[in-house]
């Protein structure tokens, strides 16, 4: 987006939209500090702060035929004209009391413990309440269920009174009262009606779509329900649009970067002697899979734009070999490559596998990672400055400053959700006057449909074939009242010699849940697995101490391991047949599939029993699990029940950044809006052409108050 940002920021004047919210006139400082609780600092952050839904103010009963309404809850709008509040002892805290007038009545309005409300109302102003009515002496009285104070007439017009996602302190009201400031002022102005419309014209009226002025009046101000879903549809559309924008000129502009020069050392007869040369290194066959995904890796290398791939295979795919073949590749042609794992106990098995198997071709393989020796770490850094090393294999260590590489070419980063998008960039800034090729492998399935919006900028690449001979792991779920059995089970395994997990329900890390990982774990091992070697691990572990338990428990020392979630998610143990979760219903299927593919790597029969309460829903959707051991399955169920929040690495690429939009609900409109954003780039990647001022325009203002946010 920064090809945008160079060519539009020096000349466009800067918008009213990109002021600070104090700019609308007077607002408390503690406003302020709400709003930005909220991330709304700026005026087009409040307008783009969209409500949740609305209350519709015409279903208010006249007070004068409040007796002949059904029984029941029943709205009322009206005026207070007195109110009181006093504090009371005791358990109720409080009583409040209002006089509501409606021009055809007098309502007496009635709220226990609610000691907010004594700074909240005044006489004067304009109420929603509702509850139920009961008749009295002295006229009509409600006890409040709800009640919002409404906007008068200046203020807020129609019947549908906007109800916005707030932050514990503010109101409503206040954020009504603001947009109504920040409307006509942002609607008046030239420069910012431009900004506002970020769709070209050709597209809204293809689509027909009002502008984008009319959609933010109407969202925010509907005159009815109508209104308020076209504007919500317009708006939705172009959230996706922006989304899909950014990511065609982040694609466009890195296809434009220079990439190492492969192919014209590595010509097509040569790649095919390199493919054979791999092919006889490797001590079984690839699958099928394998040699297609190596293919398409080639393929992207030896073309002049850097490769920007994400290679999907479920645990235990054999996704290793995949990226020897990319290395090796790379060292034929003189270029060195780095790869990046996210635990040292990864990086070191990594290290093992892919030096025993390049070691035979020549390729000169190091480890780096933080724990080394000073004099060993300063070797290795030499050796790869003088490019004396094909391959640097690691963790964070490989992007620390002093890491420098002769002739950077190929960056591969393990389990790629673990990592944020800045650390990859970082490792990838270390080559020098080329972008080098990238491959990222995750174990963790991403839908389809879900990979082809949030992983946009990736070419994706599919592992979907394990290798032969793997006998998928025996899934069982299991109520709670055969523990003792499992147990058993889980003894006899160790006595054949074999390793287990139990994994015990903390989703959050929080102190009291590693505690009773703790006490579980001490009861199991005075009991159940009296006599046996247990070990514990939890996340509030240092990372020396759980690479240490992990070590022990690899090298087998270590029989059962206990944990909350089993933290390494690529660790290769054979000897590991069972894996027990407790409580797996607060699990997702994607979760549990991830947790269940630490067993089965060897050849020995694997087990995974998951324990959950009897007879309740989730028992039936845990029975997933029994049927498939197909990844993508189960990511696609678990989106299915769960919404996307819940898949691995969409946080981070954005894909929830979207406020009005949801990718599954809506995704007809995403494939739309994508479709449209393509054509736009592909038409005019610079967003120079007039129709695209606007679009140019907001994305450049978007960007420049980015970076004003970085950097305050
Ligand atoms: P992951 O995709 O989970 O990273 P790995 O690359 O660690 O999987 O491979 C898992 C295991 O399968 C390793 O022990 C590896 O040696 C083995 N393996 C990989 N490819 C094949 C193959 N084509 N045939 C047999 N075994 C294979
Ligand atoms: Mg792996």
Redesign the pocket.
């Known amino acids: 987006m920064s090809i945008v940002r160079e060519e539009q920021s020096a000349c466009e004047p800067s918008s009213p939209l990109a002021l600070p919210v104090a700019s609308l006139g007077v607002v408390k400082k503690t406003t302020l500090d709400q709003l930005e609780r909220l991330g709304i600092v700026t005026v087009r952050d409040l307008l783009r702060h969209y409500p949740t839904r609305y209350d519709d103010l015409r279903s208010a009963v006249r007070i004068a035929d409040l007796y002949a309404a059904p029984p029941g809850d029943v709205n009322v709008l009206g005026v207070i004209m007195q109110f009181k509040h006093v504090r009371l002892r005791g358990r109720i805290r409080s009583k409040s009391t209002a006089l509501i007038e409606d021009g055809s009545g007098m309502l007496q309005a009635v709220w226990f413990g609610r000691p907010y409300l004594g700074a909240q109302l005044k006489a004067g102003m304009k109420v929603f309440v509702r509850g139920r009515v009961e008749r009295t002496l002295t006229g009509p009285r409600m006890s409040v269920s709800q009640h919002r104070v409404v906007g008068d007439g200046d203020e807020f017009e129609g019947d549908l009174e906007p109800v916005y996602p707030l932050t514990a302190g503010l109101q409503s009201r206040t954020l009504v009262r603001l947009i109504a400031k920040a409307l006509p002022r942002a609607l008046r102005d030239d420069v910012a009606s431009n900004e506002l419309d970020p769709l070209p014209a050709r597209i809204n009226k293809s689509k027909h779509f009002k502008d984008a002025r009319w959609a933010l009046r109407a969202i925010h101000q509907p005159r009815d329900y109508e209104q308020a879903e076209e504007a919500k549809r317009r708006l939705i559309f172009e959230e996706f649009f922006l989304l899909a924008i950014a990511t065609a000129l982040r694609r466009a502009a890195l296809k434009a970067e220079p990439a190492p020069d492969i192919g014209s050392v590595i010509d097509a007869a040569a790649a095919k002697r390199v493919g054979a040369e791999f092919r006889a290194l490797m001590p ?4 099928g899979a ?1 040699a297609r995904v190596i293919d398409e890796i080639v393929a992207d290398m030896r073309r002049p734009a850097p490769m920007n791939r994400l290679l999907q ?9 995949v990226a020897a073949a990319a290395v090796l590749l790379a060292a034929r042609a003189k270029f060195q490559s780095a790869f990046m794992a996210p635990t040292e106990i990864l990086a070191m098995q990594q290290f093992n ?1 892919l030096s025993g198997a390049l070691s035979a071709a020549g390729v000169r393989a190091a480890l780096l990672i933080g724990g080394m020796r000073r004099r060993t770490r300063d070797d290795v850094l030499d050796q790869l400055r003088a490019g004396d090393l094909d391959i640097a294999i690691g963790t964070h260590a490989l992007i620390t400053e002093d890491v420098e590489f002769a002739n950077l070419g190929l960056v591969v980063i393990d389990e790629q959700h673990r990592f944020g998008v800045m650390q990859r960039a970082a490792l990838r800034a270390k080559a020098r006057g080329h972008t080098p090729h990238t491959l990222v ?1 995750t ?1 963790t399935p991403i839908p389809r449909t879900l990979a082809q919006s949030v992983y946009a900028d990736l070419d994706v690449s599919v ?1 979907d074939e394990l ?2 001979g793997r006998s998928p792991v025996k899934t069982f779920v299991r109520p709670d009242g055969a523990k003792p059995k499992i147990f058993e089970f889980v003894r006899d395994e160790v006595a054949k010699g074999r390793q287990a997990f139990v994994v015990c329900p903390a989703i959050e890390e929080s102190e009291r849940a590693v505690h009773s990982a703790e006490e579980e774990a001490k009861r199991l091992q005075a009991e159940a697995f009296k006599g046996l070697r247990v070990a514990l691990l939890h996340g509030k572990m240092t990372g020396q101490q759980k690479d240490e338990v992990m070590r022990l428990f690899a090298d087998g020392f270590i029989q059962i391991l206990i944990s909350t979630t089993v933290v390494e998610v ?1 660790v ?1 143990i ?1 000897n590991a047949t069972v894996m027990v979760v407790l409580d797996a219903h607060v699990f997702g299927l994607a979760q549990l599939h991830q947790l269940r593919g630490r067993v089965g ?1 060897g050849a020995e029969k694997s087990y995974c029993i998951l324990v959950a309460p009897d007879g309740s829903d989730d028992t039936r959707r845990l029975a997933v699990l029994e049927d498939t051991n197909d990844g993508f399955v189960i990511a696609e169920e678990d989106l299915k029940l769960r919404g996307s929040g819940d898949v691995g690495g969409v946080r981070q690429h954005g894909g929830d950044d979207f406020k009005l939009a949801h990718l599954i609900r809506d995704f007809a409109v995403f494939v739309e809006a994508k479709k449209a954003a393509q054509a736009v780039v592909a038409a005019d990647p610079h967003l120079r052409a007039p129709e695209n001022r606007g679009l140019a325009a907001h994305l450049a203002s978007l960007d420049r108050e980015a970076s004003i946010r970085a950097s305050s």
């Open positions: 079984f066959a690839l699958t394998q295979g479920d645990v235990g795919s054999g996704k290793t070999a596998k492998m174990a592992i290798p032969p690529g290769d054979p790597r």
